[in-house]
């Protein structure tokens, strides 16, 4: 633990030590970026762009439910999922993909199109949904395969019409139908309902996951998988809940609300991360994700809980929160973690670059500089649980001045200093990052340092907006602003 403990580099350091204290690796994504904008090779942003927003989701209820819990009452009962295509695109005129799943947990019974949203659009035109003669490739070669096994799930490939006009409405489709029996009870860590480029009819090459818009080949930036888990129990001895109290219940949020994010824990702890998303940007349902949402692929936000005896914990997440439309503003200590404020490490990122949208939040105390700093086990008579985060819903583009790092309305050698590393370690009224960004480049380095000294010393140029009085930032970059106070 001490390696890392105190280690100066910001929020990327200490997402790394607790990354290589806990020896996580990446856990099973629900939410995936397929095709990634950013990619130059996709000829994004413009006409041409690869990537759309159409969206594939698995989904339980047939309509939005991507994840479902099971008891043990429900071995050997059927399990039906729904294909729904989140339609943005038109004309959108066929589609593809593959779905796997795990068949020592699933059994695959029947797949097909009737009685879905697809079925009333189709004019006579060619649909191959079929779990006949699939095979999972194990050696891909580009489309082709060199080495299969025969199953792992069921294909679809659809196009509405070939003779006529024909297309998907714009909205929230289904597209296809499968029934499965649940042949065992997963483990704690569940078991997928996964979209695939892996699957493959016998003699034919693997189906790719694709959409047809206007007679083009698109592919949806987004793919949000289906999740099974077992029941989880009355009193987890490891999890995390939106909300007060230890609760099964949806969090149901007010706009600009604060609310708790609560955690169980059987031992003192000593750190723990956890990465919070919402499937996609116009929806309202926050659920704790593990392993979907980091910096970069290698560094995906796993939940975890680190124990003073250095064993890792994967809690259980039992509810989800609903809030109106708005992001998250701001996430701070709760009040089990105020205790430990100078002892510790405290990071989040409200815009991952990967996973998103959601954020991810870091904590560790620090060991090297107090033996004795960890969250205390919570007490108390039930399910007792320890207030760890507050999260603020809200504008998170707070009103801010460029290059103030002290918040007293002037510019002057100090800000220069607490805009260095060692600097920030110096008392200061704000917390705000974006203060500190006196160039404007959506990073924090050197130049910052020597921007503010030219323009205390040598007359140097303002800085960019909002200088010299206050207001929100008009670049979109990663630094943020939790609090700042205007003169």
């Known amino acids: 633990m001490r390696p890392c403990a105190g280690s100066p580099g910001g929020s990327r350091m200490v997402f790394l030590c607790l990354s290589l204290l806990t020896g996580a690796v ?11 904008p950013q990619d130059p090779g996709r000829e994004c942003p413009g006409l041409e762009c690869l990537c759309i927003d159409d969206t594939l989701e ?35 005129q066929g589609w593809s993909y593959g779905v796997s799943h795990d068949e020592t947990i699933l059994v695959l ?53 070939l003779t006529q006009p024909a297309e998907l409405p714009l909205g929230r489709n289904s597209v296809a139908r499968a029934r499965y029996v649940l042949e065992e009870l997963p483990g704690q860590g569940g078991t ?44 987890p001895e490891t999890a995390l809940y939106f909300g007060a109290e230890a609760s099964r219940s949806d969090l149901r949020l007010e706009e600009d609300e604060t609310f708790p994010i609560v955690m169980r824990h059987q031992e003192p702890a000593v750190g723990f991360t956890l990465a919070v998303k919402t499937p996609l940007e116009e929806n309202s349902i926050w659920e704790f994700s593990s392993g979907s949402l980091g910096q970069d692929p290698d560094r995906l936000i796993p939940l975890e809980v680190v124990g003073v005896s250095g064993e890792t914990h994967a809690p259980w997440t039992p509810n989800r929160a609903l809030s109106p439309l708005q992001p998250v503003a701001r996430v701070e200590r709760g009040s089990a973690l105020l ?89 200061s009224a704000v917390d705000c990052d974006d203060a500190f960004d006196a160039d404007d480049d959506g990073r924090q380095t050197i130049r910052d340092v020597i921007v503010i000294i030219q323009y205390v010393f040598q007359g140097g140029r303002a800085f960019p907006q909002p200088f010299p009085g206050c207001g929100p930032d008009p670049t979109n970059d990663p630094r943020e602003c939790a609090a700042f106070t205007c003169p």
């Open 58 to 92: 698995i989904t339980f209820d047939g309509d939005t439910a991507s994840n479902l819990s099971v008891d043990p009452a429900r071995v050997g009962q059927p399990v039906t999922v729904t294909v729904m295509l989140e339609t943005k695109s038109a004309p959108l």
């Open 339 to 427: 205790p430990l404020a100078g002892r510790d490490f405290l990071v989040y990122d409200l815009t991952p670059a990967l996973g998103g949208p959601g954020f991810i939040v870091g904590y560790l105390t620090d060991l090297a500089s107090d033996a004795n700093a960890r969250i205390p086990v919570p007490s108390g008579d039930g399910c007792a649980v320890s207030e760890v985060l507050r999260v603020t819903l809200g504008d998170s583009k707070a009103a801010f001045r460029r290059g103030d790092g002290d918040g007293n309305g002037r510019i002057s050698i100090l800000d220069a200093i607490l805009a260095l590393p060692i600097g920030r370690r110096l008392p």
């Open 26 to 36: 990446p856990a099973q994504e629900r939410i995936r970026v397929i095709c990634d």
């Open 192 to 235: 997928q309902v996964r979209f695939t480029d892996r699957l493959l009819r016998t003699g034919s090459p693997t189906i790719d996951i694709n959409l047809t818009v206007d007679g083009k080949s698109r592919t949806p930036t987004h793919v949000i998988d289906g999740f099974i888990e077992p029941e989880p129990p009355e009193c």
């Open 109 to 161: 019974e029947q797949v097909g199109t009737d009685g879905t949203d697809a079925k009333k659009a189709y004019q006579g035109g060619f649909d191959a949904t079929t779990l006949e003669r699939i095979e999972t490739c194990l050696e891909p070669q580009g489309r082709n395969c060199t080495k299969t096994r025969p199953g792992g799930g069921w294909i679809s490939a659809l196009v509405l019409s």
